[in-house]
Nanobody, 120 residues
């Protein structure tokens, strides 16, 4: 099986920065099938939303609210995805979940979630 190991969550003040990372661990046969990796977030009382995603080829997608502030990147050699978060606001407060999906969409993995709290 595949586990997504997340790191980088925490508490910051508005205007600050955080960097999240997510690295798959486990079955290499399944890990190498991963194409899209990204980050979702879920704030209290709200549904989980896609924040940013990136394909193995480098195509990116961002939710409008983070464009210009967040940057997603990946290291294909390590199958690791990063999310650089700058100019954070209290509205970014949420649990952030790493996500990975195979090219066919038949395999999908989730991280355990990491709390991001931005104080005013």
């Amino acid at each position: 099986q595949v586990q997504l190991v997340e790191s980088g969550g925490g508490l910051v003040q508005a205007g600050g920065s955080l960097r999240l990372s997510c690295t798959p661990s486990g079955d290499i046969f399944r890990i190498i099938r991963i194409n899209v990796m990204g980050w979702y977030r879920q704030a209290p009382g709200k549904r989980r939303e896609l924040v940013a995603s990136i394909t193995r080829g480098g195509s990116t997608n961002y939710v409008d609210s983070v464009k210009g502030r967040f940057t997603i990147s990946r290291d294909n050699a390590k199958n690791t995805v990063y999310l650089q978060m700058d100019a954070l606001t209290p509205e970014d407060t949420a649990v952030y979940y790493c996500n990975a999906e195979s090219g066919t969409g038949s395999e999908r993995y989730w991280g355990q979630g990491t709390q991001i709290t931005v104080s005013a």
